[in-house]
């Protein structure tokens, strides 16, 4: 399950695609004076070793979710994730309406169209290929030279306490498909705190178009920034705007 803090009603803190929870650490510090804040590694991430690529499915990442929620006996939690744990979030949210009693989606990963979604699971399918025959930092030069500089840092420092075998496996998800179009989103009625990323693969546009779409959907006025380079800068920029939020819902 990964490490817990604080006490109070529930958070669940999903750290992004690349990272592992130590990222949400500073974050979930901040909120543990009020919430009982769980920081898992998702599945195939951290010490969370799952080198099964058909285990490495939207459908499974929200069962965990669940997972976590049942062994807590906590019958609904507030949600917070960041990149690749944002859009578990949002997944939660539309399968499992009565157990989110709000969420938080930072950097928001890119909804792609039919050929970008072809080359994005190609890409994956390169890393994982990559992570299997040559290792993770190479693996990894893939993506992080286009990343923002926090999550390429963020990722960076994850890499000696991953394990190649699971983040090759967990590249999988590229033949998943999360959502066809921003429009499949119109039915989730959590209310929703959005912070815009600041890459081609977390575009900032899609941030205020999630905004528009989701019923209780409001855009954050913090946002990724190339200012941010650690969690702590993160958790500095992110958390008085989360902290209100879930004061408010």
């Not at 997972?67 to 949600?79: F, T, V």
């Not at 954050?220 to 920034?225: F, L, Q, R, T």
Request: with cysteine; aromatic share 4%.
């Amino acid at each position: 399950m990964g490490e817990v803090v604080g006490r109070g009603e529930l958070i669940i803190m999903l750290h992004g695609g690349g990272p592992d929870h130590y990222s949400m650490r500073p974050l979930a510090d901040r909120l543990a004076d009020r919430y009982r804040v769980v920081l898992p590694d998702i599945r195939g991430y951290g010490a969370s070793r799952c080198p099964d690529p058909a285990l490495h499915r939207w459908d499974q990442y929200v069962a965990d979710v669940i997972a976590i929620m049942h062994a807590l006996d906590a019958p609904s939690a507030h949600l917070v994730g960041a990149g690749l744990g944002g859009t578990i979030a949002l997944r939660t949210c539309l399968q499992h309406p009565r157990t989110a009693r709000s969420a938080v989606v930072i950097s928001a990963e890119a909804i792609e169209d039919d050929a970008d979604k072809a080359a994005d699971t190609e890409l994956m399918d390169r890393f994982a290929e990559r992570a299997r025959s040559c290792g993770l930092h190479a693996a990894w030069a893939l993506f992080v030279p286009h990343l923002q500089p926090l999550i390429a840092n963020l990722v960076t420092e994850a890499i000696p306490r991953a394990d190649a075998h699971s983040a090759a496996a967990a590249a999988a998800i590229g033949h998943d498909r999360a959502f066809a179009a921003v429009e499949d989103l119109r039915c989730i009625d959590t209310p929703t705190l959005i912070i815009a990323g600041d890459d081609t693969r977390h575009p900032t546009q899609l941030a205020h178009s999630l905004a528009e779409v989701l019923p209780r959907g409001v855009i954050a006025e913090a946002s990724m920034s190339y200012e941010l380079v650690d969690a702590e800068d993160m958790a500095n920029a992110f958390g008085p705007a989360i902290e209100k939020f879930l004061q408010q819902t």
